[in-house]
């Protein structure tokens, strides 16, 4: 897998991609302590409505940006979106009041809806060999998990011998060294799309989603994969501190064993890739993620398992859970890659990020209100009923194309 970082610019790339994950990851622990500064016991408050800003902003955002910048360099793009997330990050230390915090988080994840999928869309381009391009996916899939424990870790060594407010600082320089790595990186020449209205540029992602069955059917793999990462994200915290009344470092083993579980079939996929299509893997790991929901909904309210016996199984269920996810996700840009040309791939990874996270901005305060409101295992039930649907709209999809999910 590590062979693909002999391309020199796809090494740089990936390089940007983590030291601007690990400033995102040290801004969301410096945030969560600011607002603890501004709210005290209403820190919980500030932090739901700034997730809320940051989707709403990668929903309405994304597809906007793509389309307005269209003719501008990528690079360029890309290295812009950096200069501003950095200038927010700088200004973060500064906030007094819970509304500033909304309006500059607004501005840096409107910035990251423009950085994100722009770079997405480059990397087939820099990678054209599917094989390639497949090991850069999982690199990039395990980059994500391990930030989520690497962040908390870099932060909790950091705040012994300094304020969170330095953390800001950390976070400054992440988005700065990835826009100095972005700026050495060697592009491919991409032409330019041809000159369109900006109404076409702003809807043609979502268009092409509604053409193409494969991505129609990713649409409804994003909704199930949206349901349990709500449950796990979500509920986490509540179902170990809460209803089981263990430890926090039980918070973070539940959650690692989530982790654990996304990272292992992340390395396993290119092989897994190199023998199966696309689809098959990809529906193996939707299908089994409503299961899965039922079955923790089982282990967490039948009350027929109890003390180590139930925690264990839930940590099989939640390492289960990553793996399944993992399965859905890795896979899923070399659809769009395939169903996208050089000229209209930004678009339509825009559409995806935007698409992708409308579904969790549903999940998301439904598995907060509705498991506050009935209970975990109910609201376990729901979403899973929920991820039902999208593996149905999924299998239509592939049906109305006269595809079986079995082939490729």
Known sequence: MLAVLKNPSYAKLFSAQIVALLGTGLLTIALGLLAFDIAGGDAGLIMGVAMTVKMVAYVAVAPLVSAWLAHVPRKRVLIGADVVRALIALGLPFVTE??????????????????TPAFQAVIPSVLPDEAQYTRALSLSRLAYDLESLVSPMLAAILLTVMSYHNLFVGTVFGFIGSAILVLLTRFPTIAAPAASRFFDRLTSGVRAFWRAPELRAL???????ATTTAMVIVNTVVLVKGDLARTQSDVALLLGAYGAGSMIVALLVPRLLDRLPDRPVMTSGAVALPVLLLASAGVMGAGLLSGDVQWFALLALWLLTGAATSLVLTPSSRILRRNSTEQNRPAIFAAQFSLSHACYLVTYPLAGVVGAALGLTNVALLLAIIGVVGVWVAFAAWKSHNMSPALN
Do not use: D
């Not at 649409?219 to 994969?225: C, E, Q, S, Y």
């Open 219 to 225: 649409m409804g793999l994003n909704l199930v994969v």
């Open 98 to 115: 819970a509304w500033q915090i909304y309006v500059l988080i607004f501005v840096l994840q409107s910035a990251s809806a423009t950085f």
